[in-house]
């Protein structure tokens, strides 16, 4: 007879945060077109895109997802009962993809590596989809730009 594994609570609490992560990133992405209304019209995306370096919706979303992943780390580390290093503690919050990388590969046995390497591109992709597909909410929800006052083609 297969018993099935008990789950281990430190890795539910690991999917919870990437879970998290992929919700502020939705969030995020419908408060961009809320924020920036012209986001739609191609040739505003420079002004945009210089405006949004020093908008404090930017550096939340940054702050955010910079506490989730050391929120995710530390569950990590202490499932694996290992010990972070300060430096790349500085690491991750200086070039955080970098840094996260270079941690999975460190960690994981030969075999797993390049499973957790792509699982961690897949975070990313996911958290750009997730903005991607907020922003699209707000849209169809009538959020952002004023399609009334548009000029008909």
Known sequence: MNVPA???PLQKR???????????????GALL???YPQLADPSATQAIAADLRVNP?????QIATLVLCFWWLNLDSRQLEIRRPWWLNLGV??????????YLYMTRQPG???????????????????????????????VGPDTASAPAI
């Not at 690991?14 to 995020?28: D, E, H, N, Q």
């Not at 996911?126 to 699209?136: D, E, I, K, P, R």
């Open 112 to 142: 797993q590596r390049a499973g957790a390497l792509l699982a961690f591109l897949g975070v990313i992709a996911g958290t750009l989809f997730s903005a991607a597909v907020g922003m699209t909410l707000a849209l169809m929800f009538g």
């Open 93 to 102: 919050v200086l070039l955080t993809t970098v840094f996260v990388a270079y």
């Open 33 to 35: 077109v809320v924020s």
């Open 14 to 28: 690991k999917a919870r945060v990437i879970s998290t992560v992929f919700g502020i990133s939705l969030v995020f």
């Open 6 to 8: 008990p789950i281990d």
């Open 57 to 61: 919706l930017n550096f939340a979303y």
